[in-house]
């Protein structure tokens, strides 16, 4: 008889277990089985809930996403202008995590070949760039140009922490600019 109540439960540690698996692999190069082990489950239980690897590492990106999201609300609760929030998000501790950095890389890759991916990713990348350029209006000459900067930026620091070591100022780096761009600095 199934357990009441477990399959979120469940879920989530699959999740959390996809991050920490594509954060040690450096990539997609993991297995359901493996996934599932680290969770503490079957790979049968796995692909119950998820269906199949592509299906896990989506809900995974939904999850850092969501945790992102947390970070800008949590920054913006405590005063940050709707720029530096997301800023500052990005490179949070949840954000800039060597496994959510790996799973980044990862998920770009993955965005090439699966739609729900590319849908996600599409997703996030419209309203990163409507959220920045909404908080840059009337603070910069061409407010669209500043938030595609930005984002760049924030992408470039994303990979250079995969493929070497974080940079421990990025986010004074990327406010740095934030502010050159405002006129600011």
Do not use: C
Not at 88 to 112: D, H, K, N
Request: hydrophobic fraction near 50%; aromatic fraction near 6%.
């Amino acid at each position: 008889m199934p357990k009441i109540g477990m399959e979120p439960i469940r879920r989530a540690a699959l999740v959390k277990a996809t991050i920490a698996e594509v954060g040690r692999a450096g990539s997609l190069d993991v297995s359901v089985s493996r996934i599932a082990r680290s969770a503490g489950m079957s790979s049968a239980l796995a692909h119950h809930y998820f269906g199949n690897k592509d299906q896990i590492f989506v809900a995974a990106m939904r999850q850092i996403l969501d945790d992102y999201r947390g970070e800008v609300l949590r920054a913006l609760a405590a005063g940050s202008d709707r720029a530096t929030a997301i800023v500052t998000a990005s490179f949070a501790a949840s954000s800039f995590a060597p496994a959510t950095v790996s799973a980044w890389m990862t998920f770009y890759v993955q965005a090439q070949r699966n739609p729900q991916a590319l849908r996600l990713l599409s997703l996030y990348q419209r309203r990163l760039r409507s959220n920045l350029t909404h908080a840059l209006r009337g603070t910069v000459d061409d407010p669209v140009a500043a938030a595609d900067t930005l984002a760049a930026l924030i992408d470039g620091f994303y990979i250079r922490a995969a493929l070497a070591a974080p940079d421990a100022d990025a986010v004074g780096k990327v406010l740095k600019t934030l502010h050159i761009l405002r006129g600011t600095a």
